[in-house]
C-alpha cells in the first residue's frame, strides 16, 4: 500500500493530545491520526446512510431497481 506522505496543521490542544496518547501507547503519531480517521470515516459514513434513508422515507428520492440499471446501461 501506497504511503504519501502529507502536512496538515492542527490545533497546538490536539497536537498536545496525540503526543501524549502516541508516548502512552508507544505508537507513532501518524498511526494513531490514520485510525482515527478511519473510525471518523465510519461514522460519517452512517450519517450519510441514515440522510439518505430519511430522504427515501419522505419520498424526496426513490430507488430504482437492479433490472432498471442495467436496461439503462444495455448490459
Same mark, same amino acid.
Given at each position: 500500500?501506497?504511503?504519501? /506522505?502529507?502536512?496538515?496543521?492542527?490545533? +497546538?490542544? &490536539? =497536537?498536545?493530545? #496525540?503526543?501524549?496518547? @502516541? /508516548? !502512552? =501507547?508507544?505508537?507513532?503519531?501518524?498511526?494513531?491520526?490514520?485510525?482515527? #480517521?478511519?473510525?471518523?470515516?465510519?461514522?460519517?459514513?452512517?450519517? &450519510? @446512510?441514515?440522510?439518505?434513508?430519511?430522504? #427515501?422515507?419522505?419520498? +424526496?428520492? /426513490?430507488? &430504482?431497481?437492479?433490472? !432498471?440499471?442495467? +436496461?439503462?446501461?444495455?448490459?
Amino acid at each position: 500500500m501506497e504511503r504519501p /506522505k502529507v502536512t496538515f496543521t492542527i490545533d +497546538k490542544n &490536539i =497536537l498536545i493530545e #496525540l503526543d501524549s496518547i @502516541a /508516548k !502512552e =501507547l508507544g505508537q507513532k503519531k501518524s498511526h494513531i491520526v490514520e485510525q482515527a #480517521l478511519e473510525l471518523y470515516f465510519d461514522t460519517v459514513d452512517a450519517i &450519510i @446512510a441514515d440522510g439518505r434513508l430519511d430522504r #427515501l422515507a419522505s419520498g +424526496k428520492d /426513490k430507488t &430504482i431497481s437492479a433490472e !432498471e440499471v442495467w +436496461k439503462e446501461l444495455g448490459l
